[in-house]
């Protein structure tokens, strides 16, 4: 692979979900780099406490409240982001639901709502600023899950919709190859956000005993946008994981059937 860097440095990035947990961390992770943050998210108090403390390194860094459910509203905003942030040169499509419930619970309705927020609402961004990004040789991040490559207990939609954001993710870095934009696909493992305490989610399956904290995303993102990575692990181990499901999957799914059998005993 070639060696490439990319400069944060007065840098235009838009991150969605930016009111806490990834979102906030890589905010203040780019804005100490040099970059003007614009952040977005429903909760108008969270991103208010965000932004002050963005404004003290980046201080042209500004917010949005929306509510990324309103597909029609996304290709409007994009542009008011534009006008407002002066260009978008790094897009992180964040914004995202857990849904943790077990297949024989879910509605057809939770399950496409997941999809709208977790896959439609990234790709209706990302159609909607690609000009500009293209223009500007810019930087495509999609936040998806390692729950897209693994096959988790209880999350058969919030995994599918991710699978869906990392299979969009791969084709578009392709369809990109010749104009300078780079595609990043960060599957976070365990870090220790919200995402983990939401109402309307059954109990999860997860080990609290690997959660990182949600800062540990920030050096290996910018580590990926500096190298031209296409895909990462937050935590890094979770890619040896992910390599060993697809070396043998029909044992994996096995092991992972034995794994939630066993932590439902527990219980
Ligand atoms: N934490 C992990 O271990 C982990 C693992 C795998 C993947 N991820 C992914 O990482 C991303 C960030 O998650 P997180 O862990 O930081 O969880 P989080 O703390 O719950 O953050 C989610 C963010 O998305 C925003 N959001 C949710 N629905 C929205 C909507 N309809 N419109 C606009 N914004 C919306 C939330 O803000 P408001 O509530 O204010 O709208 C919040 O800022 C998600 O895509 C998640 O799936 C996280």
């Known amino acids: 692979m070639p060696a490439m860097t990319y400069s944060l440095e007065g840098k235009k990035v838009l991150i969605t979900g930016a009111s806490g947990g990834i979102g906030a961390a890589l905010a203040e992770g780019f804005a100490a780099r040099g970059a003007t943050i614009g952040i977005c998210a ?30 029609d509203g996304i290709a409007p905003f994009a542009k008011q982001v534009e006008a407002e942030l002066g260009g978008v040169d790094v897009l992180v499509n964040n914004a995202g639901i857990p849904k943790r419930r077990h297949v024989t619970r879910l509605t057809p309705e939770e399950s496409e709502s997941v999809m709208r927020i977790n896959y439609f609402s990234p790709v209706r961004l990302t159609l909607a600023l690609l000009p500009g990004l293209i223009e500007r040789s810019g930087q495509i991040v999609n936040i998806s899950s390692v729950a897209a490559r693994l096959g988790p207990p209880i999350e058969s939609c919030y995994a599918a919709s991710k699978a869906a954001l990392t299979a969009f993710s791969e084709c578009i870095a392709v ?31 997860h080990s609290t005993d690997i959660m ?4 540990t995303i920030v050096e290996p993102v910018i580590a990926m946008m500096n190298d031209g990575t296409i895909e990462g692990y ?11 499901k697809f070396t043998d999957t029909d044992a994996f799914i096995t092991g992972t059937k034995a794994y939630a059998t066993q932590v439902e005993a527990a219980r």
């Open 212 to 215: 990182v904290p949600a800062d």
């Open 42 to 71: 429903r909760r108008a108090d969270r991103l208010a406490e965000v932004l002050e403390r963005l404004q003290k390194i980046a201080p042209d860094s500004r917010s949005w409240t929306i509510d990324l459910n309103d597909l």
């Open 234 to 244: 937050v935590p890094e181990w979770f890619k040896d994981v992910v390599a060993n």
């Open 175 to 205: 369809d990109l190859r010749d104009t300078g934009v780079g595609v990043h696909i960060v599957n976070p493992g365990v870090l220790d956000t919200e995402l983990f305490h939401l109402p309307d989610n059954e109990p999860g399956f």
